[in-house]
């Protein structure tokens, strides 16, 4: 009997060694020796190389888990969690996340109750390749928002015009939407745009624009754009809303008070800090 257990206790150490063998060259692989730039956002490093099928093989568990840790020391708890679930979603024709109680009530988007380790900063400066106009002021937490609304756009050859982003009061001068009191923005959790189409982007779609029929000859783009929009799990378009403001794009945050009041402050004191 010993000699049968040491010949098994032998076979399982080649194993775990073999195992372990598989996951130091997956990391080095991966990495090529260094991890991402941790002061980059989640979506730009860390996502793709999630998203991809090259660290679903066996034994990459480790790379997986290493990458999923820096996310969260860098970028908080809830953040991961938005992301790890969008991609989820977005493998499904039907999200769970999405729930239109009716045609008239405003989408809300499902969120989750999980304590918020914390970024250096709350606030971060967005840019994006189809994206123009005001300078994007943003949580760090709706980065990964900001990069699927980013997709849509270059998906559907329209460039996004911001007006506006992330705002330290409710009050806005010449808005043509009254704001909430619990507007995303004062979060950083939602931007204002107008839509620029046609061959050279110079066609302009704004308010009206987007309020009327999208469906006319021409405007396929812009069209392609807000469904891409409106069929994204994470997302949101003003125009679905019972107060029409379909210049506006967020994640539904207000949705969730508590997760709405802990990043409000989190960001107006990154602001107030100077940080961001």
């Known amino acids: 009997m010993a000699v049968a257990y040491d010949r098994k206790t032998e076979e399982q150490s080649a194993r775990h060694t073999a195992a372990q ?3 130091a060259a997956a990391q080095r692989h991966a990495y090529n020796g260094a991890l991402p730039d941790a002061d980059q956002h989640p979506s730009r490093h860390t996502g793709p190389l999630l998203r991809g099928g090259t660290l679903r093989a066996r034994g990459n568990a480790a790379v997986q ?11 908080g708890n809830r953040a991961v969690q938005r992301f790890l679930q969008r991609q989820q979603d ?12 009716n045609s008239t009530d405003v989408t809300t988007v499902q969120r989750w109750s999980v304590p918020t380790w914390g970024a250096t900063c709350a606030l971060t400066t967005y840019s994006g390749s189809n994206m123009t106009g005001k300078q994007v002021v943003t949580d760090v937490e709706f980065v990964d928002s900001l990069d699927a609304i980013n997709k849509h756009a270059a998906d559907n050859n329209v460039n996004l015009h911001i007006t506006s982003s992330f705002r330290t009061s409710s009050k806005v001068k ?19 745009m107008n839509v620029l189409y046609g061959a050279n982007k110079e066609k302009w779609c704004n308010s009206s624009c987007l309020g009327g029929n999208l469906s006319k000859p021409g405007k396929e783009n812009v069209k392609g754009f807000i469904d891409a929009v409106r069929n ?22 207000n ?8 990043r409000w402050k989190a960001t107006q004191e990154a602001r107030k800090s100077g940080c961001g």
């Open 21 to 23: 063998r598989e996951e």
């Open 90 to 101: 977005r493998s499904n024709l039907k999200s769970p996340a999405l729930q239109r109680k």
């Open 232 to 253: 994204d799990s994470g997302l949101r378009w003003g125009g679905d809303f019972a107060d029409k403001d379909t210049v506006h794009i967020d994640d539904g945050l």
């Open 65 to 75: 888990t290493a990458l999923l840790q820096q996310m969260q020391q860098t970028y």
């Open 255 to 262: 949705g969730d008070m508590t997760a709405w009041d802990e």
């Open 174 to 192: 010449g808005a043509i939407v009254k704001p909430a009191s619990k507007s995303n923005h004062m979060a950083g959790h939602a931007i204002d």
